[in-house]
């Protein structure tokens, strides 16, 4: 397996959207657990994925590539066909899935036109793996 590059994964942002997701990614319960490092890892390799009206961003029972923050746009959350709740813009989303390597507890539709910053599921697992290895060479 090629060596995972950070440098390669970045994509630039503007500070005032690297702080808007910091927050995003620090208000969920599970992700704000993560080591602050690892958060601003996560940022620098997040990028920008848009969907239309109507699009599936997530897929109850699919395996899950990505977590998302919602910059922009109206998400609503389904279980069946069961609405749930509607996703607040600057929030995380599709983290359990990425965090517990379960299959997508819940569907995820564009009631509008959406942005979204999205981060691959073998960038997030290698930023975990990067700070292993840098912990390891620590002691
Ligand atoms: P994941 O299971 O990866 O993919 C679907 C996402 O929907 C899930 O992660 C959560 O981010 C979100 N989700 C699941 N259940 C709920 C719920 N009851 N309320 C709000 N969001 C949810």
């Not at 208000?27 to 940022?43: A, C, F, G, S, T």
């Not at 389904?78 to 390597?101: C, D, H, M, R």
């Amino acid at each position: 397996l090629p060596k995972f590059s950070f440098e390669k994964a970045r994509v630039w942002k503007d500070a005032s959207v690297k702080k808007l997701i910091i927050d995003a990614l620090n208000k969920n319960q599970l992700l704000k657990r993560l080591e602050l490092q690892q958060i601003k890892d996560m940022v620098e390799c997040m990028y920008q994925r848009s969907f239309q009206k109507g699009d599936y961003v997530i897929k109850q029972g699919e395996p899950g590539n990505h977590l998302f923050v919602l910059a922009d746009g109206q998400l609503d959350v389904f279980q069946q066909s069961k609405f749930l709740t509607k996703i607040a813009v600057w929030t995380a989303f599709g983290e359990l899935a990425i965090l517990y390597n379960c299959t997508r507890t819940a569907s995820v539709r564009a009631v509008s036109q959406v942005k979204t910053w999205a981060l691959d599921r073998e960038v997030f697992q290698n930023i975990m793996r990067m700070t292993a290895e840098t912990r390891r060479e620590q002691y």
